[in-house]
């Protein structure tokens, strides 16, 4: 095959993951990634973690720098070198380097757009004030920790009761700041039905989160010095010397749609299975780009290093003339809030309903390994699955060390189009430091069937 | 329906599950449960825990006691009882009283065989001596641990490096003692390859365990008081005031045989998937009983305590006159040692071959949970595949805590006759606490395809 040159525009997950993965498949070609932050590869999900340092060192989130992906992979990562323009008739991007301002075109055969996600900042009084941060990219985890570090803020509010939200509560209450979290809506985790998400609300007030619901952020207040000191909402003021906004991502899907690229209706790119958008020679994956939901049959925006890195591979590999397909996802997610693990995959009971679909559910409350073995925990289960068939449709667990992980069986068994009673016989696996002789996870599968 | 009476033989894991299931069904049913050893329901897969003292207390170890069953569950659970003969004709058992020794004619409508099963004791000399323990009833448990607490001993020669052997070594490390550990096998763990078992010897010796593989137990020398003093291998002799074998078990099936019940070449009960045996009005279920290992296609003898539950689940439910099915198993099981969790499942590389299976293979090393994060550890993923169509086979794990449940995705992903493609990209959860981007099975899965 003759030398191609791929451009790659985002140096993050599925960027350099899919450009790892051509490089293998085509050591002569050329690739050239674009990055407009200062860094490639790095983990944006433990950037809470960063903050709170439970993760001391910012350069333990970096997988690997522009250095090493030249070095080891010739793979030439422009760090604050930001795409501007698009013009897929000619094959050409339009870079404008961030240091130097100098604009320049650069041609490809092959583009890859993988522009990632950007925090929702809502445009309300005083979002800009010094002291609020949404953490999306490491540059701007890294600003909030020197803040953190400068100014010893002594109340935080996070807006928003999602992952993010969450885990920043941990990370600040680590840092013994009062922490108070506003969430406009009746529950925090979304993606979790309510009587789940209640479980996860009272232990956040146990753990000394404050806790607003069905409360809005109006406006933020800040001293003369144009730092934050104090958060406006529809019910009342909060004294605030450090403000995190979790509400949310959008696809950074702008440069696409001004090239002609076809979006969907969630506002990613729309791409099939092979990560090809509308355009010939163009790819998208990662944050930017749609994802098929296995289960409700439509593409959605979501926004995970996981599904990020799954895009990655997928396009290098077609990239690279191989085969490959992305299935797509059931919105597995995980996260922990202090000694509280929370997981969650498929359809929930609201969205199983919202579907006209017709589902069976059950919670059950368990313990994570056998009730006698030191270190059994709590773990409450809900499982749902089609009323008509039995097919399992999705699950959310709740509980102590080793509760959230097994999420994953039930992923596996949604693929593989498992029914309720399936799984009440299935082959796990049991010993006393592991598990109940029923996993919690079949408990609640025989409550279901 | 009219009033029926079931009799049980044998009051553990299956028994009781089947008897209770009975019970939720037919609340008027006659039931009745003989039991030879004085108690029910208890969990064997705890005894070395219970040794170590890691579980302190033996009524920890009992799920429901036969007062529990008769107050709660008119089910009368007699123990010390034994049953001497079945006689299917006239739909009879003759029961032992083992404290009376009274000997009687009990009638039946429905029998269920569920007697377990019993450690191999091979006829060698001196292996009737005080201070050798074959540990399968809580009763062998209760009495080693008296044992121990009496005589204090400081050697322990433990006979057989399979499951009970390595979580003996544990516990009577956690006492104090000198462990040695003998195998005639050229490995420990014979259901995982012996690249995998490799793992674990290493880690057993490091922790302090002497090891004598391809060693056969030949004789136990004793005091003139009878108390075990040392051990004769064919290699050399041990110094041992405490002997622990674990060496396997057989199916309990001889009653069986004696009724004319058919068995398999396994030597356990041949049952069908309802846990029906060759005898009209009689079922078998737990360690005595078959499963069906379902990627074999063979009847096979497995004993564990979750497999015995679900046949005593599906024989509950079938006996009640309800309609279940127990599909079989995948060999799946779990075990730890001080800080090395172990788990299998599915046909290991050696069984593939042995079948003449085209297979294809991949061992990964990476970390439990994201690198960068407190409490990362190591693990090690050997995955198997078919090497025509890519379907999962089996999976050997070896690692830090967290390691070893992950087992249970792969079993629902070969349940759900997925392949090692299929695995790459199933939606799994990621959060830096609880794995890397791509969970380890995933990195198998990736170097298989």
């Known amino acids: 095959m003759d030398r191609k040159k791929l451009v790659v525009i985002g140096g993050d997950a599925a960027g350099m993951s899919a450009a790892s993965k051509v490089r293998r498949s085509q050591p002569d070609w050329e690739i050239v990634v674009y990055e407009r932050s200062p860094h490639t590869s790095y983990s944006a999900c433990g950037i809470p973690y960063f903050i709170g340092d439970i993760v001391e060192d910012e350069s333990s989130l970096i997988a690997r720098t522009p250095e090493t992906f030249l070095e080891k992979h010739q793979i030439k990562a422009l760090i604050r070198h930001e795409v501007a323009k698009i013009d897929p008739e000619n094959k050409r991007v339009k870079v404008k ?29 005083g979002i800009q004030a010094q002291g609020v941060f949404s953490l999306s990219t490491l540059q701007s985890g890294i600003l909030a920790k020197n803040y953190v570090k400068t100014y010893q803020p002594k109340h935080a509010v996070i807006v928003g009761g ?27 985790m979304g993606t979790l039905d309510k009587d789940m998400a209640t ?23 800040t001293d003369t010095d144009q730092k934050v000191r104090m958060v406006e909402t529809d019910k009342r003021t909060l004294d605030a010397d450090l403000v995190i ?44 780009a749609s994802s098929r939901h296995l289960l409700k049959n439509k593409d959605i925006f979501i926004s995970l290093g996981t599904v990020a890195n799954k895009h990655g591979l997928v396009a290098g590999t077609v990239i690279a003339g191989g085969d490959a397909s992305f299935p797509g996802v059931f919105g597995t997610a995980i996260t922990k809030f ?11 009971e609201t969205e199983a309903a919202a579907l006209a679909i017709p589902y069976q559910k059950a919670t ?4 994570t390994i056998a009730r006698y073995f030191p270190g059994s925990g709590k773990i409450a289960v809900k499982l749902i699955c089609r009323a008509d068939s039995g097919l399992l449709l999705g699950a959310q667990i709740i509980g ?4 959230a992980k097994r999420i994953d069986t039930v992923v596996a068994a949604i693929q593989g189009n498992l029914t309720a009673q399936d799984l009440v016989y299935l082959d796990l696996a049991y010993a006393p430091p592991f598990s109940g002789i029923w996993d919690p996870i079949q408990i609640a599968a025989r409550q279901l069937v």
Not at 338 to 348: C, D, F, P, V, W
């Open 97 to 125: 380097d961030l240091s130097t301002h100098r604009i320049s075109w650069e041609t490809y055969d092959y583009l890859l757009i993988a522009t990632g996600a950007s925090p929702i900042h809502p445009d309300l009084p």
């Open 162 to 188: 999602g992952y993010i939200g969450l885990e920043m509560a941990e990370a600040l209450l680590e840092r013994d700041m009062s922490v108070s979290l506003i969430d406009r809506n009746e529950q925090v």
């Open 199 to 221: 479980r996860v609300s009272d232990y956040l007030q146990d753990q000394g989160v404050q806790l607003y619901l069905e409360e809005s952020l109006i406006a933020i207040h």
């Open 245 to 288: 906004l979790g509400i949310g991502v959008k696809p950074n899907a702008e440069l696409a749609a001004d090239a002609g690229i076809q979006l969907c209706d969630s506002g990613a790119i729309a791409v099939n299975g092979r990560m090809e958008t509308s355009q010939k020679d163009i790819w998208a994956a990662g944050d930017c």
């Open 338 to 348: 202090k000694a509280m693990e929370i997981a969650r995959t498929g359809l929930s």
């Open 364 to 367: 059950i409350e368990s313990s």
């Open 400 to 403: 102590s060390q080793g509760a």
